[in-house]
């Protein structure tokens, strides 16, 4: 027999035992054709026969309506094993039945809104879960299932309303990940060209979150697309004090809204405090760019050679070293450092800097919403590989 039937007929024993002790307490009033169909029902099931056992099971609750848990219990190790389709039909004619009183029906409804979120048929779910978000006693476990549909369908004004929700009655904080929602909406609102409209989510993601990094550099966006620079470096300045592991990732907005004011040397002077704060490789290369951009080529890998000298990491060196070898004729070295340059490259992009700090997950992009376990601002880029500094 297939370990999942048998996983099934343990609590279904159970079950069987609480039915039994019923019986006995009745059996005065009690018709004896249940335990019949019950059996017959375990019957089918011991001889891998589900559809047979769930019509007999079926049937079997039309008599007699103290087995309504059993089978909610039924259908909910259907639905665990996978078999959705079965607990659905189980669920189904539970809720169908006009006899049920409101305590068994919300019951009744609860597993079948779960069949239908596990099956993906989420507008389905959404309106039991919304009908079942009335009754106190399942208020909580309806809004969290309602979250994951909003959240998972990106509607975000609705995932919002539900955090609020949820962050009045129960004990976990929702506001990092409303901040998020509000992020994800004014990310629309940027790219349709209505910016005042997405700073308007931005101050709602601040009221929630001060610190909300993401919102921050949406600013610095917001402003440096308006063309006022002056404002968008304020705001970079800011995120550098409050952040500084968040810089590299704009880096090149930075860069853009010093260039605007022509202001390099104040570029160099942000660029070089951020590195003392977080030896980011992206703000080595773009250190490293601007002295070539201004010196020429040799002076640009001589800085960068001073910077991977202060700053070790293997993303510098490739680049050191890629630099390099374009330059280097075919004798020996030059052959040298073009193959250290590939190996370098395998290491280099194989590597994960991305971290997820509540899963594990790893990833060389950044992802506001981790993919593995679908929290909010959970991902961290890690400093890479560290060569030992040289003594
Ligand atoms: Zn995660």
């Avoid at 904080?173 to 409209?197: F, P, R, V």
């Avoid at 979150?209 to 697309?225: F, Q």
């Amino acid at each position: 027999m297939d370990p999942v039937w048998l996983l099934l007929l343990l609590p279904l024993a159970a079950a069987g035992g609480w039915y039994m002790a019923m019986n006995e307490r009745n059996r005065t009033t009690r018709s004896r054709d249940l335990p019949e169909s019950y059996f017959k029902g375990l019957s089918f099931l011991l001889n891998e026969q589900p559809d047979k056992a769930l019509r007999v099971f079926l049937e079997a609750v039309e008599v007699d309506k103290e087995t309504v848990e059993m089978h909610l219990a039924l259908g909910n190790l259907f639905r665990r094993l996978g078999e959705v389709g079965r607990a659905t039909r189980i669920h189904q004619n539970l809720v169908a039945r006009s006899d049920l009183d409101d305590s068994l029906r919300s019951m009744a409804l609860f597993e079948l809104a779960q069949d239908y979120f596990k099956a993906g048929l989420f507008d389905r779910a959404e309106n039991l879960f919304q009908e079942l978000r009335q009754v106190s006693e399942y208020r909580e476990p309806a809004c969290r299932f309602l979250l994951q549909i909003y959240d998972q369908e990106k509607e975000w004004k609705n995932a919002i309303w539900v955090a609020e929700e949820l962050g009045r009655f129960s004990e976990q904080d929702y506001s990092s990940t409303i901040a998020h929602y509000n992020c994800e909406l004014a990310e629309g609102a940027i790219s349709e060209g209505n910016n005042q409209i997405a700073e308007g989510y931005l101050e709602s993601a601040f009221k929630k979150d001060m610190k909300c990094i993401r919102a921050v550099s949406l600013s610095g966006r917001i402003a440096s697309m308006r063309g006022n620079h002056a404002h968008a470096i304020a705001i970079w300045s800011g995120l550098a004090h409050s952040a500084p592991e968040a810089i590299g990732e704009v880096v090149g907005h930075v860069a853009n809204s010093y260039r605007q004011l022509g202001d390099k040397k104040s570029l160099v002077k942000f660029l070089e405090s951020a590195l003392e704060k977080n030896p980011d490789p992206r703000i080595i290369a773009k250190l490293a760019n601007l002295t070539g951009q201004e010196q020429g080529h040799e002076a640009g890998q001589t800085k960068l050679l001073e910077l991977v000298r202060k700053y070790p990491n293997l993303e510098s060196l490739y680049q050191l070293m890629s630099n390099d070898h374009r330059g280097l004729d075919s004798s020996q070295q030059g052959k040298d450092i073009s193959t250290m340059a590939e190996l370098l490259s395998d290491v280099v992009e194989a590597g994960k800097n991305y971290h997820c700090r509540q899963c594990g997950f790893q990833s060389n992009a950044l992802h506001w919403q981790c993919p593995g376990c679908k929290g909010w601002g959970t991902i961290r880029r890690q400093s890479g590989v560290k060569l030992a500094p040289s003594p």
